[in-house]
C-alpha cells in the first residue's frame, strides 16, 4: 500500500509558474514509477508526466513537453511537478500516482492515487 497527498496547486495567470508535490508513505517509495496526471471537468484523465523509480528516465505528453519538469527524491518520498509558462489549458484537478509498471502512461496502469490539487490558469 501507498499512501499519496499533492499540495502546492493554486491560481496563477497564464505564462505564471507553479511547482506541485506529492508526498507518499507506506511500502517502499523507490519501487514503483511515478506519475501525475490531470483531469479538466467534462473529460477524460490524462498523463502529464512520469519517472521512473531511480529517475533516471523521464516522460512527458506532447502537451507539457518543454514547460513542465518532474523529478523525485527517493530519500523524502516526494515527487514534484514543476509548471512553468503555464496556459489556461492546463486548468485541471492534478492527481498523483504510482504504479509497479514501467513507462505506463495509463490511468489503468496505476494503482495508487492521492486526492489531487486544483491548479487553475487565468488568462
Known amino acids: 500500500q501507498v499512501q499519496l497527498v499533492e499540495s502546492g496547486g493554486g491560481l496563477v495567470q497564464a505564462g505564471g509558474s507553479l511547482r506541485l508535490s506529492c508526498a507518499a508513505s507506506?511500502?517502499?517509495?523507490?519501487?514503483?514509477?511515478m506519475g501525475w496526471f490531470r483531469q479538466a471537468p467534462g473529460k477524460e484523465r490524462e498523463f502529464v508526466a512520469g519517472i521512473s523509480r531511480l529517475g533516471r528516465s523521464r516522460y512527458y505528453a506532447d502537451s507539457v513537453k518543454g514547460r513542465f519538469t518532474i523529478s523525485r527524491d527517493n530519500a523524502k518520498n516526494t515527487v514534484d511537478l514543476q509548471m512553468n509558462t503555464l496556459k489556461p489549458e492546463d486548468t485541471a484537478l492534478y492527481y498523483c500516482?504510482?504504479?509497479?509498471?514501467?513507462?505506463?502512461?495509463?490511468?489503468?496502469?496505476?494503482?495508487?492515487w492521492g486526492q489531487g490539487t486544483q491548479v487553475t490558469v487565468s488568462s
Open positions: 507506506g511500502r517502499a517509495f523507490s519501487m514503483y514509477d
Open positions: 500516482a504510482a504504479t509497479g509498471s514501467t513507462y505506463a502512461t495509463s490511468p489503468r496502469d496505476y494503482g495508487y
